[in-house]
């Protein structure tokens, strides 16, 4: 179970600490004193020079892009800070609390990446047994395409299924929502809340359960002396990036986790369950609809 963060602006490079601004995104660095399992980034970014210009190398379709991955805690690695200040016109942030007793390996990491698009996922897809999705040998899912996301957890079937959808024809919003009712069939409790981006498209997803945070997620927090703050576990709220920053000329959207303060008076609204939010990192133009 994990926070995640993303936006996407109108091809304006905006860094975490602009776009949620200092004392915000300290708040939600401090979630990883909790969510200690590791964190990850994914940026889309175009660098001052383009790899290939001085060295007659072809030029990548996925120039700009950045990812990192670590299975340190975001709360004691430095490079938080750094790229939390590193401009972007597209990003995902993720703080990972592994489910399930996954491995905590670099491979199950978040961001995944495959096919130009980075994942990430808040969810534990398990049945009512505890048992999770990982254990089902019978589950139909096309193994090659788990393989490419590099993981092997939950979150990347959860990846590898929207890949499949992909690949036969669906446009990401639809190949998302597709995958979740396909994995809903066979896990109707787990969490599918995520976000994913590709170069031209920022996609944000509150597909929960429904029902009472997790007994487990309580107690975890409960260790910290936190409990109260994990009744609105599942949430994702949304704020409007113009008029939010210094930078007048910025437009878009930015979309996080509950877990620190997302006060209405700043903007913060909350994101309905079953619905997703579509954005250009492109224009900043974004829109909201059901799944």
């Known amino acids: 179970m994990c926070r995640l963060l993303g936006y996407a602006t109108n091809d304006v490079n905006a860094s975490l600490h602009q776009v949620l601004g200092m004392r915000a995104c300290a708040a939600f660095r401090d979630l990883s004193v909790i969510h200690n399992d590791g964190w990850g980034a994914a940026l889309i970014t175009e660098p001052m020079a383009a790899a290939h210009v001085t060295d007659g190398g072809a030029p990548s379709p996925e120039t700009g892009s950045a990812l990192y991955r670590n299975t340190i805690a975001a709360h004691y690695d430095p490079i938080f800070d750094e790229l939390a200040s590193v401009g ?9 609390l592994a489910s399930s007793n996954l491995p905590l390996i670099l491979e199950n990491q978040h961001p995944f990446f495959a096919n130009g698009l980075s994942f990430i996922h808040n969810g534990d897809i398990s049945d009512e047994q505890g048992r999770n999705i990982t254990t089902n040998r019978s589950y139909p899912i ?9 993981g092997r957890s939950d979150s990347a079937i959860y990846f590898a299924t929207v890949l499949q959808y992909l690949g036969v024809g669906y446009e990401l919003e639809e190949a998302l929502a597709q995958a979740v009712k396909e994995l809903r069939a066979a896990y109707p409790l787990s969490s599918y809340n995520c976000m994913i981006q590709s170069k031209d498209t920022f996609i944000a997803l509150r ?16 260790r910290y002396g936190r409990a109260n703050e994990a009744g609105d576990y599942a949430v994702l709220r949304y704020r409007d990036l113009a008029g939010a920053t210094d930078d007048t000329s910025l437009r878009g959207v930015v979309v996080t986790s509950s877990g620190y303060a997302q006060p209405e008076t700043e903007g913060w609204r909350e994101l309905g369950n079953n619905q997703m939010i579509v954005a ?7 829109r909201i609809r059901a799944i």
Do not use: C, K, M
């Not at 972007?88 to 990972?96: C, E, K, T, Y």
């Not at 250009?280 to 974004?286: I, L, P």
């Open 88 to 96: 972007a016109r597209s990003a995902l942030f993720h703080l990972r």
């Open 142 to 150: 096309d193994h090659s395409l788990v393989q490419e996301t590099g």
């Open 207 to 222: 597909a929960e359960s429904g029902g009472p945070t997790r007994q487990g997620v309580v107690d975890v927090y409960a």
């Open 280 to 286: 250009s990192n492109r224009t900043g133009d974004y």
